[in-house]
Every structure is written in structure tokens, then in C-alpha cells.
């Protein structure tokens, strides 16, 4: 339980140092939830492992990609990470309006590590479109929707706190695993 706990104290001391690092012009209460957002995104890149045929070499860069209309301003706080790394790779970050550009950029080598589907973007993608990204990238949303219908990982905002919940089935059907320094830390759909 000792191990838990620092381990949580850690991540959460991680993302407040993100946080505050980052620059904040009078930040209303949806800016510092996309912040944190892109600040949780961040970390969880840092405890997730992926099928090794992802990666041919150390300094293959991990892409993170959105989905959909970016109305919140997610990109920016996201981009800020490209100058850092996650488990020694270069962080790039794309943005994909529609399911074509993500079955686009699926095609090309390194396609999408993590995917963050903004609302509604997650609905214009089938069974079968699901079940192919499972296999190599890390499917995150932001609702108990997303979750049963497919997505492995949701960030729910409660109270100013983002909860972190896990649809077991699809993280099982997955290549891409959680360390389990993170899957004590989030909640069961």
C-alpha cells in the first residue's frame, strides 16, 4: 500500500509541477481542465507499454494524436510536451478532424500511439475501425460512452479531479498494456 501510494504521490506531483510550469494568462476554469487534461495525457504516456513491433528503434518518436474538433484548446497544451520525452522517446503531436485523416496517418509507420477522441469524433468509427486501432494505440476519451463503446481509457472530470477509468475488456484485447503503476491509480468501468 506504501508503494501505491508514493507511486500516486509521484504522478499527482508530476502533474501539478506541469501545471504550474506552464505559462497561465488568466486561465478560466475550462483552460486549466484542458491543462490538466493534456497534463494526465502526458504522464499516463509514461507508464503504458506497446506492442514491440511499434517501435524499431529507441529514438522512434511517440505520437500522440486528437481526434475531432479541438474546441478546447487541447493541441496547444499538448504541443508543450514536444519538448519533452516519454520513456526516452520525442513526443509529436497531430491533429486528426476526421476518421479518414486517422485511418490516413493508421497507414503510415508509427500511425498513433495514443489517440484522444474529443466528443462526438468517436462516433464516425466503426466496430471494425475500433477493434484495428486496439491493437497499437492507446484509445482515450472523456466519457463512460467512450468507454462501452470500445475506448480503453476515460478521463472524467469530478469536482476539478480527473478520474481515470478503464474499460478492462478492450485493455485485455489490446497490444498496448498499462503498468501497473498506473492501473492502481484508475477505476473500473
Not at 495525457?41 to 506492442?51: E, G, T
Not at 495514443?114 to 469524433?121: C, E, K, Q, R, V
Request: glycine content about 8%; proline content about 2%.
Amino acid at each position: 500500500m506504501r508503494v501505491c501510494a508514493g507511486i500516486f504521490a509521484a504522478i499527482c506531483a508530476g502533474i501539478v509541477a506541469v501545471i504550474l510550469c506552464s505559462p497561465v494568462n488568466a486561465a478560466s476554469n475550462g483552460a486549466k481542465q484542458t491543462k490538466l487534461t493534456a497534463a494526465v495525457i502526458y504522464q499516463i504516456s509514461r507508464f503504458v507499454s506497446w506492442p514491440e513491433s511499434e517501435f524499431g528503434h529507441q529514438d522512434d518518436t511517440l505520437s500522440i494524436c486528437v481526434l475531432g474538433k479541438d474546441s478546447s484548446g487541447l493541441l496547444p497544451q499538448l504541443k508543450q510536451f514536444t519538448s519533452r520525452k516519454s520513456k526516452g522517446r520525442s513526443i509529436s503531436v497531430q491533429s486528426l478532424k476526421t476518421r479518414s485523416d486517422l485511418l490516413e496517418r493508421q497507414s503510415v509507420a508509427g500511425g498513433c500511439h495514443i489517440l484522444f477522441s474529443m466528443n462526438g469524433a468517436w462516433d464516425e468509427l466503426s466496430d471494425s475501425d475500433i477493434r484495428v486501432l486496439r491493437q497499437k494505440t492507446l484509445l482515450i476519451g472523456k466519457t463512460r460512452g467512450f468507454l462501452k463503446n470500445g475506448g480503453m481509457l476515460a478521463l472524467i472530470l469530478v469536482k476539478s479531479k480527473i478520474n481515470i477509468v478503464i474499460n478492462p475488456e478492450a485493455l485485455e484485447d489490446s497490444g498496448v498494456k498499462l503498468e501497473s503503476r498506473l492501473r492502481v491509480l484508475t477505476k473500473t468501468l
